[in-house]
């Protein structure tokens, strides 16, 4: 059986270029969340949690320094999550202006610098710096990886695309969860920023050598620009102001949707391994060199969830579903799924919770997918990234105001009510997307 690329109606072979595009957005991504996550590693940190608290290195933190690390690290979150909300605001303006392979270069450039930042201050206004510098870095990823798909790739395959690079997210935690314990035991909690850092000079180098618009690329051929124009060749590159984008519902129903769930999935990012590692209703619990194990499980699990519910909706549309039917049936699907995570927070079983968590990553992964192809269903390309990145300021609002209350919540009512916001967050955002936007129908910008 061979490998060979398919052919078009015309009988042409379609080249596979597209891909390769695919795999670089898949990367970037891989790298953006190794970088933002190194921070949920290094608060398990005994030396860290010691030098961000003022506290000698020979004396034994009591319940009320850690009650105190908890808010601090809640304060710390929400520096870097503010930065993104706005950043992604930034984000989507510029890369709608000067293209995604400058904008995506510079965001990568940035987030970089402000990773290996972090290794080289050592107090907690240094450190709140740090990460609202790789916020703001950081916000350039989803606005260009989105807006690449929708240049790269037809309607039907958009969200396979995205759920295949979106799956990036998921390695990069793997990733993580195998590699910074490790070197913090070894090379302690500055050496797991520095290095993770200074990969991502690899993947601005990668970008700007192979990313180029279809028609302008060497290595697309006539087949495969034509297939990845079969939805109508490219627009003008003229900007659409935010003022004019958000007098519609679908704007709108994109930056509720985001708002509502992205504060889920930074949650989920910066306090599982603290979950695992003191949550009072397990029997064990995980300390840093043990708190990886979990998250192999739940990450591998959530790639699958990404792919999987990228390539149903795909599917859907195959079997003759309107674009606004099959993402609609994924995405409740994905809704479903997360519910259960109710019990994670009560259940004694490590295991159990580790299933259930597992469930709900794999779910919003594959709900994200679809949510972001939403866009590009609906908006022209060139208002794609804008369109993204508000979403994205709504997202990181909503992260951000969560987590500047979470250790506030664990504190005082434990993890439960945290897991009670995450199982009906989705189902509420869906309600929602279909009041604004029953029939995702293509918007007819009025300055076009």
Request: overall charge positive; hydrophobic content about 50%; proline content about 4%.
């Amino acid at each position: 059986m061979t490998n060979a690329a398919p052919a078009s109606s015309t009988g042409s072979v379609i080249g596979r270029y597209r891909w390769r595009i695919c795999a670089v957005l898949f990367l970037a991504t891989t790298i953006n969340y190794i970088d933002r996550n190194v921070f949920s590693f290094t608060i398990l940190d005994t030396t860290f949690r010691h030098q961000m608290l003022g506290i000698p290195l020979d004396q034994p933190l009591t319940e009320d320094d850690l009650a105190r690390f908890r808010v601090i690290v809640s304060e710390m979150d929400a520096w870097f999550k503010y930065a993104y909300a706005f950043g992604f605001l930034l984000a989507g303006w510029m890369i709608d202006r000067i293209g995604v392979r400058k904008g995506y270069g510079t965001g990568i450039t940035v987030w970089s610098v402000a990773a290996v930042g972090h290794g080289l201050v050592s107090s907690v206004l240094g450190m709140k710096l740090a990460r609202g510098l790789l916020g703001v870095g950081e916000a350039c990823n989803f606005p260009a990886a989105i807006k690449t798909v929708s240049e790269w790739f037809p309607k039907k395959e958009r969200s396979f695309a995205t759920g295949i690079f979106n799956a990036g997210a998921n390695v990069g935690i793997i990733l993580t969860a195998i590699f910074v314990p490790l070197i913090i035991s070894h090379l302690g909690w500055r050496a797991s920023f520095i290095i993770t850092g200074g990969v991502g000079v690899f993947v601005l180098f990668w970008w700007l050598a192979v990313y180029r618009k279809p028609h302008e690329h060497p290595k697309v051929g006539a087949a495969e620009l034509a297939h990845i124009q079969q939805d109508g060749p490219p627009e003008a590159d003229k900007p659409v102001k935010w003022r004019e984008l958000i007098k519609y519902k679908p704007t709108w129903a994109f930056a509720i949707c985001k708002f509502m769930t992205d504060a889920v999935w930074w949650f989920y990012l910066t306090w599982l391994p603290t979950f695992f590692n003191s949550n009072p209703a397990f029997e064990t619990k995980l300390d840093l060199k043990q708190v990886g194990i979990p998250f192999l499980v739940i990450y591998l699990i959530s790639d699958f969830g990404s792919i999987f519910f990228g390539w149903l909706a795909t599917r859907f549309i195959g079997l003759g579903w309107t674009v606004n039917k099959a993402r609609k049936v994924t995405m409740l699907i994905c809704a479903l799924c997360v519910v259960p995570i109710v019990f994670a927070s009560m259940t004694s079983s490590i295991v159990i919770a580790i299933a259930l968590i597992a469930l709900a990553t794999a779910a919003h992964q594959g709900w994200s997918a679809n949510l972001f192809t939403t866009v590009s269903d609906q908006f022209p390309r060139r208002a794609v990234g804008s369109v993204v990145g508000l979403g994205g300021l709504a997202g990181g609002l909503g992260g951000a105001l969560l987590a500047a209350k979470v250790g506030f919540i664990i504190n005082t009512g434990g993890y439960v009510p945290l897991f009670i916001i995450a199982a009906s967050a989705y189902l509420l955002a869906l309600l929602i997307m279909q009041v604004l936007t029953p029939k995702l129908a293509p918007v007819e910008l009025k300055n076009a």
